[in-house]
């Protein structure tokens, strides 16, 4: 899985849920390698095998290499959860070009690279889960993140259209949109937008990184294997479909 080199951080709670029930693990950072390896000793300590792997999803054959060594350490590779992700905060009259293009890249281009990746393994195994994490601005819309708002829609129509193609094979795709969380976000929005975004949540509260970990364990599980193509909103309720 990618995405995995922030604490806190949804990557890291997603991991710690599969490892606790006995997952192995490749987990991906594109930065902070000490933080990544924590993550990866916290894996360790369900008695699984973690594997870290600092690497840019953004390069295909990166990617290749990071896959090709899950095989090796691993001997297959069943689910991916494609988590990594780009933001920022700026104005789309002052948004430039490589800004647009950069966020698009780590959250399009990096799912695309991941799965395109795997999916021969899960094809010729035929039985694979793919998770992409989401995100409520892809269906809400957010001020200043349009690059953000229009890479995380994209990936919920690249879920549908590998629900599509894969499912002949055995393979589900779907996608899991979390709403307000409490994990850090140094570059996010201010204190009071959380406490008016809380505010209009039915619930009332945030919700945390294990609540979207406990969404991508059903999706994955047995009990979930007639679901593909979803986008599971995670949110409190501030948005229903």
């Not at 998770?131 to 957010?142: F, H, K, R, V």
């Not at 809380?198 to 619930?203: G, S, T, V």
């Not at 406990?214 to 979930?224: G, K, T």
Request: aromatic share 6%; net charge positive; with cysteine.
């Amino acid at each position: 899985m990618s995405g995995v080199s922030r604490d806190p951080g949804l990557g890291k709670a997603i991991a710690v849920a599969f490892a606790s029930r006995g997952a192995n693990l490749l987990l991906n950072g594109g930065t902070q390698r000490g933080v990544l390896e924590r993550n990866a000793v916290e894996a360790r300590s369900f008695g699984v095998k973690v594997l870290p792997y600092l690497g840019d999803v953004t390069n295909p054959a990166t990617v290749q290499a990071m896959a090709a060594a899950a095989i090796d350490a691993f001997g297959r590779i069943d689910i991916l959860v494609n988590c990594a992700g780009a933001r920022g905060d700026v104005d789309i009259r002052d948004m430039t070009l490589e800004q647009w293009r950069a966020v698009l890249s780590v959250n399009l281009d990096g799912a695309f690279n991941c799965v395109k990746a795997v999916a021969p393994l899960m094809i010729e195994q035929r039985f694979g889960r793919i998770i992409n994490i989401t995100g409520l601005s892809s269906q809400l819309g957010n001020a200043h993140h349009a690059h953000v708002v229009t890479a995380k829609a994209g990936l919920m129509g690249f879920t549908r259209a590998l629900a599509t193609e894969f499912g002949p094979y055995g393979i589900t795709a779907n996608a899991v949109s979390p709403g307000l969380i409490d994990t850090p976000r140094p570059e996010g929005a201010t204190l009071e937008k959380r406490r008016r975004r809380i505010a209009e949540c039915p619930l009332r509260r945030a919700g945390n990184g294990e609540d979207i970990a406990n969404a991508c364990v059903f999706l994955v599980s047995e009990e979930a294997s007639f679901i593909t193509g979803q986008t599971l909103s995670v949110n409190g309720g501030i948005f229903m479909q």
